[in-house]
Structure formats: C-alpha cells, structure tokens
C-alpha cells in the first residue's frame, strides 16, 4: 500500500514540472489551432461566378489576394461535357496509371504495372477500390 502514495506523489511532481517549467523553446502556435498564432488579416472574398481571365489577373493575382470560386467547377463547360459515357466513348482506349485502395503511393516504380485503359477504369471506379493517379489523358486537356 505504501507504493501507491509514492507512485501519486512522482505523478503529481512530474504534472507540475510540465506545467510549471519554462517553455521559451516551444514554438509560437504549439499545439493551437491552425493561424491563431497570430492575427486575422482580413476576410477572403467569395465569388459565386468565374472572374473574366484579366479582371482575375488584375484584381487577384497581381495584388497577391485569395479568393474563393464558390461553385466554379460547375460552369466549365467540362463539367457537363464529361460524363463517363463521354469520356469512355471518346478516349476509352487510353492508358491510366491507376492504384488499389485509397492512399496513394507514387513511390512505386512504373505504378507497379497497375496501368487501365481509360474507359476500363471508368467501369471499375463506382464499384471497387481502384483510384486513377495518373493526369488526365493527353487528349483530354484540349477540352
């Protein structure tokens, strides 16, 4: 029984040493949450439409400030164009580097011989772990 008091008294003296010794070390922002180590710099604008290409280059890029396309996606005409019956009836027979299960690993050489045609990844996708890690098909980036 004498164990215990001793065993509480090293647990009581090592939280207090951890609490009451100098952190000058720890870094600015340990364990906190992201950015509030410093403060708020202002409010991030949100577009609910695609910026003309100048206007985004002129209002944007060049002052350096973010902003949110919100539902951008939505209005690129590949949106709608590419549907999966599309894009297996128009590019099907390309070749895909695709991998099992969900965490990607580029560090295998060559993929380790996972390579699809295009449109037989676009039959598999929905139903099985398989994930494409690969840019889309050089024809593709036309569109």
Known sequence: MARFPSFLLCLCASWLLIVCAD????????????????????????LDYVPHPIDFYEQYSVPSKPVILKGAARQMPSFKLWTDKYMKDNYGSEEVAVEPGKKENRTRVAIEGHQLEFGEFLDAYNESDIYMVDS????????
């Open 23 to 46: 952190n000058s070390d720890t870094p600015v922002g340990h364990k906190m949450k992201l950015g509030s180590h410093r403060p708020m710099e202002g409010i991030v604008e949100t």
């Open 136 to 143: 889309v098909p050089k024809p593709m980036e036309s569109e």
